[in-house]
């Protein structure tokens, strides 16, 4: 059953995608299955989510058509991967992670949505894939969650193909009592690792996560955040805290990915295994971040007041860019906003696109 704030999330979306804006959408998400969910290096292809945000935030037919072809040419989008075999429920987890079977998921997953429907299809295999939700760097979660927000069943079916085939576990849960319900003092733990100090740094963020997960002292990480009734509150905090601060490129995935997962937990029958693994993954980003704090409360309350313009200027100015990123994080940032309320993200995604100068005056201070 969809909660009623997801489901209010649709009609947002469906409501700025109607008629005339939703038919020229459909038009060029029907190519989006032409290409892999990757291209070359492990990249992720951001285009069937992005245009999607594109859309929803004012993108013309003209802009939506522009925006691709300069993806594709500056990324040299990849063709689906060869079919290899043939992948069923028996054989399903033997080959999770293999980046060279995600075709061989999708036709599986093809028949598990025309089986099962949408929504029985995310409830019967999100339990199954949530302690890899790490898989490409949350990327996977982001297209299940742009899936949700267009009940489309091509993009579930891909989707769930993808987080499959770049299926990520990091270190699993033992069930340990938590630590603390605050997931911005998780962050100050991990930072207080010693080991996590000479953590090679790697270009790629699911390199990082998964160098991190090996690590012994980063194994019980996993249990350290209580979730209650506000856990999804708690992580768009912190996650916005963080990103506001430091404009920084993973902080930026974990304010898009407390969207990702406020949208896809409802879908899910065990909603906390998704929330707790996506906070290890995040967590797991700590020495690519190099130990950023996140402000204390006073600070925050400082930049609400500052003065910051309105979403139809930043949303204006992200639909001009080519930068895949200033598109996702002001979408995110927008619609959380209009759940939480909280004016730092419009002042976060202002800044991102240039619009406020730095309000952190003397930076950040390591952890």
């Known amino acids: 059953m969809i909660c009623l704030r997801v489901w209010g999330d649709f009609l947002m979306l469906t409501s700025v995608l109607a008629d005339s804006t939703e038919s020229r959408l459909t038009a060029i998400m029907d190519e989006m299955p032409l290409y892999r969910s990757e291209f070359t290096g492990t990249f992720a292809n951001h285009a069937p989510m992005v245009l999607v945000a594109l859309a929803a935030m004012g993108g013309s037919k003209a802009r939506l058509r522009d925006f691709f072809d300069r993806y594709n040419a500056d990324h040299a989008l990849l063709p689906p991967t060869e079919h290899v075999g043939l992948i069923t429920h028996e054989n399903l987890d033997e080959f999770l992670g293999e980046r060279e079977r995600e075709s061989d998921y999708a036709r599986f997953f093809e028949g598990e949505v025309d089986r099962l429907g949408i929504e029985g299809a995310l409830a019967a295999y999100l339990p199954r894939f949530s302690d890899g939700v790490a898989a490409s760097a949350l990327h996977g979660l982001m297209r299940a969650a742009y899936a949700v927000l267009r009940a489309d069943r091509t993009?579930?079916?891909?989707?769930?193909?993808?987080?499959?085939?770049?299926?990520?576990?990091?270190?699993?849960?033992?069930?340990?009592?938590?630590?603390?319900?605050?997931?911005?003092?998780?962050?100050?733990?991990?930072?207080?690792?010693?080991?996590?100090?000479?953590?090679?740094?790697?270009?790629?963020?699911?390199?990082?996560?998964l160098a991190v997960s090996q690590e012994p002292s980063f194994a019980p990480v996993v249990d350290w955040l209580a979730l209650g009734p506000d856990a999804d509150a708690r992580l768009a905090s912190a996650s916005l805290a963080l990103f506001t601060a430091t404009q920084d490129f993973c902080a930026l995935h974990a304010l898009t990915g407390a969207h990702w997962v406020r949208i896809v937990a409802p879908y899910t029958p065990q909603p906390d295994l998704l929330r707790r693994h996506f906070w290890q993954a995040v967590a797991a980003l700590m020495p690519k971040m190099e130990f950023p704090a996140v402000p204390p409360a006073e600070t925050l309350e400082e930049w609400r007041r500052l003065p910051m313009p309105d979403w139809p200027e930043i949303t204006a100015a992200a639909c001009q860019s080519y930068d895949e990123?200033?598109?996702?994080?002001?979408?995110?940032?927008?619609?959380?906003?209009?759940?939480?309320g909280d004016p730092l993200h419009k002042l976060a995604a202002a800044r991102r696109m240039g619009l406020v100068a730095d309000y952190t005056v003397h930076g950040m201070a390591p952890a």
Do not use: C
């Open 325 to 340: 990123h200033d598109i996702s994080v002001v979408f995110s940032a927008r619609e959380q906003h209009s759940v939480y």
């Open 155 to 209: 993009e579930t079916v891909h989707a769930l193909a993808y987080w499959a085939a770049t299926y990520l576990p990091l270190a699993p849960s033992k069930g340990a009592a938590p630590v603390t319900d605050d997931p911005a003092e998780v962050l100050k733990r991990v930072a207080a690792l010693p080991a996590l100090r000479s953590q090679p740094i790697q270009e790629m963020l699911w390199h990082n996560m």
